[in-house]
């Protein structure tokens, strides 16, 4: 026991100590954090100029209906200067000129430019004229605006689960997704990245010879489980790592920008932009949201989740890594495996590829059937759990997951025990299978 | 008494039979030599004695017990192929092997300090194993093979990659080893190496045990009785007048000295030969041709290739 205890140590603390290790712990989370603080930084330092829109209204119709913005201006020129502003545009120091034909109908409106004029711009100056020219044909027909204002409605359903005590529960369908598919994720990240440095390890003391060396000393399979259960500690590692990293990340940058300025998040800044009306309404909406996010947060089984995270992140992990160590022990070079990867792969990005209509779907037959098979469970149970799964279901799940991990483990202990010792052969499934059937 | 015994070992692989029912004892606190052609078996031997692979069937016996891999710990194997983690620091890697054979951390230091100092590479061991020229590695190898003091040592070609001067040094270490009471088991093709070291010697080829026994004896057996004789005088007339007992079977001269290649046929002794050929001239030198190690292997195996049929 003390032995496999010091191969586990070496290989982690191997790892551990490699630049590329520290490297990708410091970058992993910065990058995370950027996708979240990026954004924000870019709406803060947004300080366009002031842009000015000449309107050259032949119409003579429009002259109240453009409102200044922030940022955005509107001057009305002289409809006898057009051309000549035309010629001598970029002088002029407009950010584009507007023209309105001689008709109500609001057709051919044309916004010239030195520029392709952005879409914010464009979709304010269609709203004003929308607005004038609605308001007109309501009045035209006798419509009262406010009345007619006053029958606009917003559904917004809220989504309600009825727990077993007959308690209810908000619950958010959009969050609960979100949750499982980064679960997912990381799963199906890290099961391919630690899988796959499982047989470079194996494939690298090959070559090195120092297998040789090694299996005078251990037995061969204590070899391959010291290397999968130490580099599942590095996995772990890097991925708590990751968290408590992204996590200070987030909270300093946080704290910086809100003393700086009341931050606003990218989409608060696009609805801003546009302008839309009925601002208002959607400004409680995303209140609404919000609360209902957190309170489905707040909801969520975490101790199942966590639990279910671990249980199947080691499980999908020692099933795949014992597979790709056999894989690792039966070639010379890293470019023979592309044969043996396959049938690995596969089922792998399946589930991962299949994760849209499962989550369209949880309780569905594609669902059901993936979240069950060992080979894919480990990636979609996680997307289910956060929906809530049937107790039979996630313990027959686990119980096969368990049992299909013992059994790859000790398939891939028979090949890896001859494999190591075998060289410069061109090995093949046949192969592989003949060395399955030898007694010792 | 024999700290290994090999009763009967059958080993097969998938296409071919690497070893047929091989009997080997190895005596105690000697140097054994285990000689064979390419692809003769002897790999497999080693590793069934290492108990890395398994026989079809026989036994192997460490100090009469059947081999367990309880076992691993007394035995030190130094394979032919042989290989260390790359990017490693030699230190801590002589470390862990040493741990994984079951020393301590604290035991497995002191041992190392010892030993790096003697084979004056004590100032790499902070270095990474890929500094290291090939000699060196193959010292860091070596030591990790006998740091925790095994009854029974495996070189197999322990000698490929090194100097003539750190070949010496091993030679030494190999000796010093016996001398303090461990057994050897020794794979080499180099012959020369093999007379200067070996007590016995086993011959493995196509898979089967040909020879064993003591160095020395076997050397007896094989010899010719062919005798090189360096002569002043008049080689002509003796050659004229000789008996039916001896065979000449070829003839130099040199700086005015004839040596003459004799074949004793019918029993007769040198001493015979010289009463003979004292009154043609002076007798300078008198050599019986004892064959070489390589001698026999060369023999024994180009007359095993007929008999396999």
Known sequence: MSKINHIIKREYLS?????????????????????????????????????????????????????????????????????????????????????????????????????QPDINTKMYINSMIEGKLRSEKLLALGIDETKLNSINVNVDIKTIKIKSDGSEQISSTEVIMGVGFVAALIIYMFIFIYGAQVMRGVIEEKTNRVVEILVSSVKPFQLMMGKIIGIAMVA?????????????????????????????????????AS???????????????????????????????????????????????????????????????????????????????????????????????FSIIPFTSPIVMLMRIPFG??????????????????????????????????YGKKVNYRELWKWLRYDN | ?????????????????????IDLSIPEAKIFGLLGPNGAGKTTLIRIINHITMPDSGEVLLKGQRLNSSHISRIGYLPEER???????????????AQLKGLSRADALKKLKYWFEKFEIGSWWNKKVEELSKGMQQKVQFIVTILHEPELL?????????????????????????????????????????????????????????????????????????????????????????????QIIEVSNKNGNTTGRFKLLNETTTNQLITELLPYGHIVSLNELIPSVNDIFIKLVEEDIPNKG
């Open chain 1, 15 to 115: 790892r551990v100590r490699k630049k590329s290790f520290i490297i990708m712990s410091i970058l992993g989370p910065i990058l995370m954090a950027a996708l979240f603080i990026v954004p924000a930084l870019l709406a803060m330092m947004d300080t366009d100029d002031e842009k000015t829109v000449a309107i050259a209204d032949y119409s003579n119709h429009y002259k109240t209906s453009f409102k200044d913005k922030e940022k955005l201006k509107f001057v009305f020129v002289n409809i006898d200067s057009v051309e000549n502003l035309k010629l001598n545009f970029t002088k002029a120091k407009y950010y584009a000129l507007l023209i309105i034909p001689d008709s109500t109908s609001a057709n051919n409106i044309q916004l010239l430019s030195n520029m």
């Open chain 2, 83 to 97: 290989g260390l983690y790359k990017k490693m620091k030699t230190g801590e890697q002589a470390l862990y092997f």
């Open chain 1, 236 to 272: 772990l590692t890097q991925f708590a790592l990751w968290i408590v990293l992204t996590l200070t990340i987030v909270s300093v940058a946080q704290l910086a920008m809100n003393d700086a300025k009341v931050v606003k998040t990218p989409t608060e800044q696009m609805m801003q």
């Open chain 1, 389 to 422: 799964v049937p107790a039979w279901e996630l313990i027959l799940s686990m119980v096969l997951l368990a049992a299909t991990f013992l059994g790859t483990t000790w398939l891939a202990g028979k090949i890896f025990r001859i494999g190591i010792l075998m």
């Open chain 2, 1 to 21: 008494m024999d700290i290994l015994e090999i009763k009967n070992v059958s080993k097969s692989f998938v296409n071919h039979k690497a070893l047929i029912d």
């Open chain 2, 154 to 246: 495996i070189f197999d070609e322990p000698f490929s990659g090194f100097d003539p001067i750190n070949t010496n040094l091993l030679k030494q270490e190999i000796l010093e080893l016996k001398r303090k009471g461990s057994t050897i088991l020794f794979s080499t093709h180099n012959m020369a190496s093999v007379e200067e070291l070996c007590d016995n010697i086993a011959l493995i080829n196509k898979s089967k045990k040909i020879l064993d026994g003591d160095l020395h004896e076997i050397k007896e057996t094989y010899k010719s009785n062919v005798f090189d004789i360096t002569f002043q005088g008049n080689f002509d007339k003796f050659s004229a007048s000789l008996s039916a007992n001896y």
């Open chain 1, 275 to 369: 302008n839309v009306p009925s601002d208002m309404q959607n400004m409680d909406k995303k209140g609404d949201f919000l609360s209902d996010a957190m309170s489905t947060l707040a909801n969520l089984p975490f101790g199942l989740m966590i639990f279910g995270f671990i249980f199947y992140f080691l499980g999908g992990y020692l099933l795949y890594a014992s597979l790709f160590a056999a894989i690792g022990s039966a070639v010379d070079n890293e470019t023979d495996t592309q044969q043996f990867m396959l049938p690995l792969t596969v089922p792998l990005i399946l589930s991962f590829v299949m994760a849209q209509f499962i989550i369209q779907n949880p309780d569905g037959p594609l669902a059901f059937w």
